[in-house]
């Protein structure tokens, strides 16, 4: 079954550099979410798109945005890196189905800053 | 708001059972199971919607108790591949839907 697609798998950049994070969400799903998780930590809600829309923000960083394409892969781009910013990406996806909101996560962005 | 995950961690003999719970002080619409290896994604184990609901994914099964917002994950005769961090994802009543307020987590160990 084909699953959540996120590129890169890692990235190595330096401070007040700018990062692309891609995602490529589970065919025919209809919403994708943006999440961070930080080492040992629980992973923390950033973003969400339903319909290429904007469906909700988090604890998303000015500096950082985000959109959904006709596509519907999504992209995350953070500006002015900081290193507090070093940690996993995930990318989730659902479609939901008699309010039942199952989501799928992507392998992940390794996102390390300098 | 985050859910209160008990215990944070467990360690387990193969074939051992074990209890993680869930609880949050807001009423929750959905609870939602992921088990997490080191450096991995969450694994999407179940969802449950409704109070008094119960389901299952092999041997791990779990209940939600709407009225006291608690959800509790079980775990039966455990084996080496059950072993990492069980992560309770909420969905409340009233936020948007398919925010998941993650708990801190129960590292789970199986050994042999």
């Known amino acids: 079954a084909a699953g959540v697609i996120q590129s890169p798998r890692h990235l190595i950049k330096e401070k007040r550099e700018t990062a692309t994070l891609k995602c490529y969400p589970i065919?025919?799903?209809?919403?994708v979410y943006w999440y961070q998780q930080g080492p040992g930590q629980d992973p923390q809600f950033l973003i969400s798109?339903?319909?290429?829309?904007?469906?909700d923000k988090g604890s998303i960083p000015d500096r950082f945005s985000a959109q959904q394409f006709s596509d519907y892969h999504s992209e995350l781009n953070m500006s002015s890196l900081e290193l507090g910013d070093s940690a996993l990406y995930f990318c989730?996806?659902?479609?939901?189905?008699?309010?039942?909101?199952?989501?799928?996560f992507g392998p992940g962005t390794r996102l390390t800053v300098l | 708001q985050q859910p209160v995950q008990s215990p944070q961690a467990v360690i387990l003999r193969e074939g051992e059972d074990a209890v993680i719970n869930c609880s949050s002080s807001?009423?929750?619409?959905?609870v939602h199971w992921y088990r997490q290896k080191h450096g991995e994604a969450p694994v999407f184990l179940m969802i449950?919607?409704?109070?008094?609901e119960q389901m299952r994914h092999e041997k791990i099964s779990a209940s939600f108790n709407e009225k006291k917002q608690q959800s509790s994950l079980y775990l039966t005769a455990s084996q080496l591949s059950y072993s990492g961090t069980y992560f309770c994802?909420?969905?409340?009543?009233?936020?948007?839907?398919?925010?998941?307020?993650f708990g801190k987590g129960t590292k789970l160990s199986v050994k042999p």
């Open positions: 989730a996806s659902s479609r939901t189905s008699g309010g039942r909101n199952e989501q799928f």
């Open positions: 065919p025919r799903h209809d919403t």
């Open positions: 798109f339903y319909e290429k829309m904007q469906s």
């Open positions: 807001k009423a929750l619409y959905s």
């Open positions: 449950l919607l409704k109070g008094g």
């Open positions: 994802g909420t969905e409340r009543y009233g936020g948007s839907q398919g925010n998941l307020i």
